[in-house]
């Protein structure tokens, strides 16, 4: 089942990835959704883009140049901690899951994707 416009309208989501391509086809996931998409490929311009909006969540590459997704996920958690973050990687066996909860993740994505994973997991995100 994926969000109904009125869940989904107006709320913005943070979309983090240094893949110019995993940012194109994401966002444009996101907007089918009906999300409002914010993206950049950089860690440190994704915490200055997340202080400076009203985000309903986050979904973040861990492995980035200069600030990985760990380091994102912290600094947003010290500004929000009830933000809610999907980590989306394709490395899944660097992190073990209690290390990832540990930094505050809040759910995981293997990429690649596809809109119904992608939309499985932003449900399970928001109902927790």
């Not at 994926?2 to 907007?31: C, H, R, W």
């Not at 009906?34 to 973040?60: C, H, M, P």
């Not at 500004?79 to 809610?84: D, L, R």
């Amino acid at each position: 089942m994926k969000p109904t416009q009125n869940n989904a309208e107006k709320k913005t989501v943070l979309f983090v990835d240094d893949e110019k391509m995993i940012l194109e086809v994401g966002s444009l996931m996101l907007q089918r959704l009906g999300y409002n998409v914010l993206t950049t490929s950089d860690g440190q311009e994704a915490i200055e883009i997340f202080k400076n909006n009203k985000v309903a969540f986050v979904i973040l590459d861990m492995r980035m140049p200069g600030m990985n997704g760990d380091e994102v996920c912290l600094q947003m958690k010290k500004i929000k901690p009830k933000i809610k973050i999907l980590l989306a990687s394709g490395y899944v066996g660097f992190y073990s899951e209690d290390y990832l909860i540990s930094i505050g993740f809040d759910g995981f994505i293997k990429k690649p994707y596809d809109l119904k994973q992608l939309t499985e997991k932003i449900e399970d995100l928001l109902i927790e």
